[in-house]
């Protein structure tokens, strides 16, 4: 969705909450996560936490921040005269702050999709997840003590207590679904995209369900018949919410992220659209879906239809063509450095 989006097609204007869906799923993901640990572990261990998430992600979005650089020094980016700032953002995970300070608003980035570009603007939404699991992990290990102390209190005969984890998620998810266009009202339409806390509901609605698909371990049959609903939603969105305006500007965006939700809550169960979303080239792509995000700003900054001499589709299979090798790459580069450091595979 997004790099159709951001190839300049004109019959997907609302691919941009392709990035929505990947905030909902890595919320999912990543509660799943710490879920799954602190039953194992009876702890969250914070320290392991965050080294798993940077060697995950850093060294890719690395790689982007210096092969940017290598090329502005070269002058592939002599007109954006903000770049600096970019780099700054992209390397202290702020970028969406720094978009937010600056003059330009994500409805003109958007409308710049089919011309020049600055390289690093992608990097707002990753700075928007990767301040999400510096917090988080903190957030439930937090909670998770407080169910502790709940039990204690049960143990002794104290009234019955509501269980802080569940009520704390849920919580936290219902403020961020509302605050989000109370935020758009009051600060605007580039604050409801931007502002990590218009935007962190999404995050949080994936959250939510891990924590309900994790104490609801059936998985009914009827979960199936969720998915292509929820997935209508998603492409409805993607092919009629308008580019620089809409519901994504209005704060609507995390209820939005049920439909998303209700997807990934749909393909628990054996269906033929998991099967269809588990075949190994679309599998594949999920893999590296982090570095085809990563990866694709940049070359499709440089690859433009004047550089080129193309446009349309033709101009998009030229961009897609790296924009698949690059994240392959890195992906394999990934798997070699991990088993030379760790051949016994103690991970």
């Known amino acids: ?43 969250v261990r914070l320290g392991r936490f965050y080294a798993r998430r940077m060697k995950r992600l850093l060294p890719a979005s690395t790689v982007c921040v210096a092969a940017v650089t290598v090329a502005a020094a070269g002058g592939a980016f002599d007109e954006f005269p903000g770049l600096r700032r970019d780099l700054l953002g992209a390397v202290f995970q702020v970028a969406n702050w720094v978009k937010l300070v600056g003059d330009a608003s994500y409805a003109d980035l958007t409308n710049a999709s089919l011309g020049r570009v600055a390289p690093l603007e992608h990097y707002w939404s990753l700075a928007i997840e990767e301040q999400f699991y510096w917090v988080w992990p903190v957030v439930v290990l937090v909670l998770f003590r407080l169910r502790g102390r709940v039990l204690t209190r049960s143990a002794r005969g104290d009234r019955r207590w509501s269980d802080p984890v569940t009520v704390g998620v849920v919580a936290l998810t219902v403020a961020s679904v509302a605050a989000a266009p109370v935020i758009a009202s009051v600060w605007g339409a580039d604050a409801a995209y931007w502002a990590t806390p218009a935007r962190v509901g999404e995050i949080l609605i994936g959250a939510s369900l891990a924590l309900v698909l994790h104490v609801v371990t059936a998985r009914p049959g009827w979960l199936a018949w969720l998915a292509p609903p929820g997935l209508a939603v998603v492409m409805w969105a993607a092919l009629t919410w308008p580019a620089g305006s809409g519901p994504a500007y209005e704060g609507w965006l995390p209820v939005f992220a049920v ?84 051949p016994g595979g103690r991970g």
């Not at 799943?32 to 039953?39: Q, R």
């Not at 589709?313 to 991990?338: D, E, I, K, Q, Y």
């Open 1 to 43: 969705l997004v790099l159709v989006f951001h190839g300049g097609f004109r019959w997907m204007t609302g691919g941009y909450v392709g990035v929505s869906v990947f905030f909902t799923l890595s919320g999912y993901l990543i509660t799943s996560l710490l879920l799954v640990e602190h039953e194992r572990t009876g702890t």
């Open 259 to 342: 439909a998303s939700a209700v997807v990934i809550a749909g393909v628990q169960v054996p269906s033929p659209l998991q099967r269809v979303l588990g075949a190994r080239p679309v599998a594949w792509t999920g893999t590296i879906s982090y570095g085809l995000y990563l990866y694709h700003w940049p070359l499709f900054a440089v690859l433009t239809a004047d550089r080129v001499g193309l446009d349309g589709v033709a101009l998009f299979g030229v961009r897609l063509a790296p924009t698949l090798a690059a994240p392959a790459m890195s992906w394999w580069a990934g798997g070699v450095s991990r088993r030379c450091w760790d």
